[in-house]
C-alpha cells in the first residue's frame, strides 16, 4: 500500500542575482548568507517546513501544508523588503 501525504511547495530564488554579483560578489554572498541563516531558516522551522535545495540564489521549501507556507512569510516580508531597498541602492 502507498502511503500519500500532502504538501507545499515554495521555490524562490534573487531578482538581479547575477547583476548583483558582477557589481559586488563577496558582499551579495555575505547578504544572502545572513539572510538565508536569520530570516529564512528560522522561519522555515517555525512554520514546520524545511529547506530541501538550494541553488546559489535559490530556495525550493516543502511545508506541511500550504497555510504553513503562507503563513511563513509574514513577519518576513518587510525585513525582505529592507534588503529589496538596499540592494536596490547599492545597484545605482
Do not use: Y
Not at 16 to 44: C, H, N, W, Y
Amino acid at each position: 500500500m502507498t502511503t500519500r501525504r500532502l504538501a507545499a511547495i515554495l521555490a524562490a530564488d534573487v531578482v538581479g542575482f547575477s547583476s548583483m554579483m558582477e557589481r559586488d560578489e563577496d558582499g551579495t554572498l555575505r547578504l544572502l548568507k545572513a539572510t538565508q541563516r536569520d530570516l529564512i531558516e528560522p522561519r522555515v522551522r517555525e512554520h514546520h517546513g524545511r529547506i530541501v535545495k538550494t541553488t546559489g540564489d535559490g530556495f525550493l521549501i516543502e511545508f506541511r501544508s500550504p497555510l504553513e507556507a503562507a503563513s511563513s512569510d509574514r513577519p518576513g516580508a518587510g525585513r525582505l523588503n529592507k534588503i529589496d531597498r538596499r540592494l536596490t541602492e547599492h545597484d545605482r
